[in-house]
Each structure stands twice: as structure tokens, then as C-alpha cells.
């Protein structure tokens, strides 16, 4: 289910409603039976149900929070996802420097810390006090425990981006941390259970930490060790396929098909003017009307951040890329285009800091080996 809120799409995973429904009757059956044991089983379940919907507005709350401080920096937010561990704010892209990264990952533990705050001194109250403490939880949680992504994870990643200067090492070494430290909170979720303690959940966040945070460290590892300047792993401008502003979608599809390439470097009288990303325009509302729409109508135009000097290093390109959500960039030396630098060159060097004896551009299967 979607909703639009405050400009943003909202996702309603169907696990929230399963979550929504055990912690209602969690609350309804135990807590609210000790709490209000002079009121009918009836009242209990309406306690536990207006409990629980203003603690699941606490997490929405929470994830807006993060949404409104990325796009006061101009991040937009792809979507918010609300589900049975919690939830997402997905930007459309990283911020750009520690401090921004500091910030959009501060703003949903400090809200939920905000509203632990004001529901305090009504802590008295049953309700109100389930308020209090799940946000305290809430907000403590996100904030001292640094595991990626979570905003203590970002947190640190921000942290050692500031220290060491480079986006993909700081990632990397926050997503390992991250993986050791989903394995202590399953195993510590493991003993709970042999003492009666309800730690069933750490078992649920901690597998689910582990998948995220070793998904994210394939995409960054041994990124540190990468070497060498952008000019020797891009593909020289000779050898770039480039498309024409003016050029029929129609034609661009046919070309597509034939070469399969996923980045092309637009023209207009020889200069550069912007990118065409198949990954991008396959969901163009133009798509489908490939007779009446040219090459000009879906194409990114030039901005700073598709663009790279060919004299950088190949470690400040990788960075480029997974800051700014990019497979490609542009590779100028002046103002003169040089060539072209995609993902898949990257992770072929990558690849060769785990291969040493191997050269990065013969990666792969050497001829004759059979299929597995």
C-alpha cells in the first residue's frame, strides 16, 4: 500500500499489518491487563490498539524526520518503507560530504528521542508511558548501536568518511563492522531465548543487519587498495559510442538492441551535453512513444557530478559513482572529452586486488574453460 505524505511516497509493507496486529495483542494480553486491571478485557484491547497505532506514528515520524532534513539539503527521497522491524527512508542519492551525512542520520533518532521527551511527564499514563519508552528504545537504539544502515551505522560511516577522505573505504569498513556486529545480536538473541527473555526479535534485526550490511560490503570491498588514475581504466573517447540529440527514441532503441551498452554520451556540434542511462530511460513515460520523442526529451543533462577528470584517481571515481548513484561518468581532461568510465571497469579491478597475479583487464574465464 502507498500513500503520499508530506510530498513523499510512503510504503506500507503487508508485514507491518502482522506487526501492528502481535504487538496489539502482546500489549493487550499482558501489559495493559496489570496496568488497567480495574477496566474490562474489552478497554484493554482499545488501549493496546491506540498504543500501538501511536507507535508505529512514532516510526513514521521518525523516517520523515530523516526525509525533511535530506531535502532541506536537496537529497529527494525515493520512498519511505514501513515494515514489521522498523523502517527505510531511501534517498535518491548519498549526501555528498560527512557533515550532510551526519545530519540526515541524526534527525530520526533525535526525533524519536523528541518525542519521548514530550511524552514523559504523561508517563503515568499506560498508553503515554508505552509512548516514552518505545521511543527512548527508539532513538537510543538507532544511535549507539553502529551497524549499517542503521543511523549509528551511518553515523560511523560519516565519521570515518571525514577521517580517512573517501566514501567507498569508509562504507567498507563500516558495513564489516556492521557484519560482526548482526552476528553478536543474533547469538545474543539466541542465549535470550535459553533464559526466557523475549530476544526472539534480536535474532529477526540481526539476520536481516547481516544480509543488508554483506550486500552493501560486496559493492565497496578492497576499495581501499584500488590504484591507478581514471584516464588508464576509461574507455578513450575513440571508442565510445555516442548518440546524437536530435536522434528518434526509436532509433536509440534499435541501437540498444544491437549494442546492449548501458551509458551513451549525448551530442550537440560535438560537445557533450548529457548522458542516456538505459537503466534511467526504460521507465521514461516516453518510452512508449518512441516515434514523437528524441534523444534530447529523456537525456540527463551535463552536471559537475557525471563528470570526472581523467587525472583522478580511480578510487575518487568510485566514490563519484556511489555518492551520486551513478554506473557511468564522463571523463574530461579541460573541457575535452576523453572518454568514458563505467561500474563494471571498477569492479573489475576490484576484482583484481583479490586476483593479484591476474591483470584486471583479462578477469573472467580464461579461454577454453568449460561452462559449470
Known amino acids: ?202 535474532i529477526l534485526v540481526g539476520a536481516m543487519l547481516r544480509i543488508i550490511a554483506d550486500g552493501t560490503y560486496q559493492t565497496v570491498s578492497h576499495s581501499r587498495h584500488l590504484s591507478g588514475l581514471v584516464r588508464e581504466a576509461m574507455i578513450p573517447a575513440e571508442h565510445v559510442l555516442t548518440l546524437h540529440e536530435a536522434m528518434s527514441l526509436q532509433d536509440f532503441q534499435q541501437m540498444f538492441l544491437r549494442y546492449g551498452f548501458r551509458g551513451y554520451p549525448v551530442l550537440s556540434r560535438s560537445t557533450i551535453t548529457g548522458l542516456v542511462v538505459y537503466d534511467r530511460v526504460k521507465d521514461h513515460p516516453r518510452w512508449f512513444d518512441p516515434d514523437n520523442t528524441s534523444v534530447r526529451d529523456i537525456m540527463i543533462p551535463l552536471s559537475p557530478d557525471m563528470t570526472i577528470a581523467g587525472t583522478s584517481s580511480v578510487q575518487q571515481a568510485l566514490d563519484c559513482m556511489l555518492v551520486g548513484g551513478r554506473a557511468q561518468l564522463l571523463v574530461f581532461d579541460g573541457s575535452a572529452f576523453a572518454g568514458l568510465l563505467t561500474r563494471s571497469a571498477i569492479t573489475r579491478m576490484r576484482a583484481a586486488v583479490t586476483e593479484p597475479d591476474r591483470p584486471w583487464w583479462r578477469l573472467g574465464k580464461p579461454p577454453g574453460t568449460r561452462p559449470t
Open 1 to 202: 500500500m502507498r500513500v503520499r505524505l508530506l510530498g513523499f511516497t510512503v510504503v506500507l509493507h503487508y508485514s507491518l499489518l502482522i506487526g501492528f496486529c502481535v504487538i496489539t495483542w502482546a500489549l493487550s494480553t499482558s501489559y495493559f491487563v496489570e496496568a488497567l486491571s480495574a477496566l474490562p478485557t474489552s478497554l484493554h484491547w482499545a488501549a493496546a490498539f491506540i498504543a500501538t497505532s501511536f507507535i508505529f506514528l512514532s516510526l513514521l515520524l521518525h523516517e520523515l524526520a530523516h526525509a525533511l532534513v535530506a531535502r532541506h539539503y536537496g537529497y529527494p527521497t525515493t520512498r519511505i518503507i514501513l515494515h514489521l522491524l522498523g523502517g527505510w527512508t531511501i534517498l535518491e542519492r548519498e549526501p555528498e560530504t560527512p557533515r550532510r551525512e551526519c545530519l540526515v542520520a541524526l534527525a530520526g533518532p533525535l526525533a524519536s528521542l523528541m518525542i519521548a521527551a514530550l511524552a514523559w511527564p504523561l508517563s503515568h499514563n499506560p498508553i503515554a508511558y508505552q509512548v516514552y519508552k518505545i521511543n527512548l528504545i527508539l532513538g537510543a537504539y538507532n544511535l549507539l548501536l553502529p551497524c549499517f544502515p542503521m543511523d549509528g551505522g551511518r553515523l560511523l560511516r560519516a565519521f570515518l568518511w571525514n577521517r580517512y577522505g573517501s566514501f567507498s573505504a569508509a562504507t567498507e569498513q563500516a558495513a564489516a563492522l556492521s557484519m560482526q556486529l548482526s552476528i553478536g545480536l543474533m547469538i545474543l538473541g539466541v542465549l535470550g531465548l535459553f533464559v526466557e527473555a523475549p530476544t526472539f526479535w534480536l
